[in-house]
């Protein structure tokens, strides 16, 4: 049997701190005081910078919209693997012009568990290239008219 539920301390992170009303001060009760999240193959380290990244994230998506695909934990519960969706219109993600554009990012989050329950480490990967391709192309297209 695992030692704990972490697929429902993982699912409670993406209701509290991504789905609506998304509340990226829930961090502090559920993360780690180290946590550190690698992201694009940068680390960013500590409660407050992950969430000025949340919030910096959410406000680069109008009517953000995030929707959990699957998720599911190893034997013990120290690690999670998460499937997930996002959905919203373009207002300046990934240094490009707000346009509106649709958005629809996928990606896979792996977790680490500490046996506190609480979220030491997320390491995220997303179909950034192909949202960024999408949603230039919408800038290109808005150019045209």
Do not use: C, Y
Request: glycine share 8%; charged share 25%.
């Amino acid at each position: 049997m695992p030692r704990q539920n972490s697929v429902a301390i993982v699912e409670n992170f993406w209701r509290e701190v991504w789905q609506q009303p998304q509340d990226p001060d829930a961090i502090d009760r559920l993360v780690h005081e180290d946590f550190v999240i690698t992201s694009g193959g940068r680390d960013i380290v500590g409660r407050e910078p992950f969430k000025a990244w949340v919030r910096d994230f959410l406000a680069k998506v109008h009517d953000f919209q995030f929707h959990i695909v699957e998720t599911f934990q190893n034997h013990d519960g120290s690690r999670v693997a998460s499937r997930w969706r996002v959905t919203g219109r373009n207002n300046g993600l990934m240094g490009t012009q707000p346009n509106g554009a649709l958005i629809e990012m996928t990606g896979t989050a792996v977790w680490e568990v500490g046996p506190d329950g609480l979220l030491r480490h997320n390491w995220v990967e997303r179909n950034a290239f192909e949202v960024h391709g999408a949603i230039t192309r919408e800038d290109a297209r808005a150019n045209i008219f």
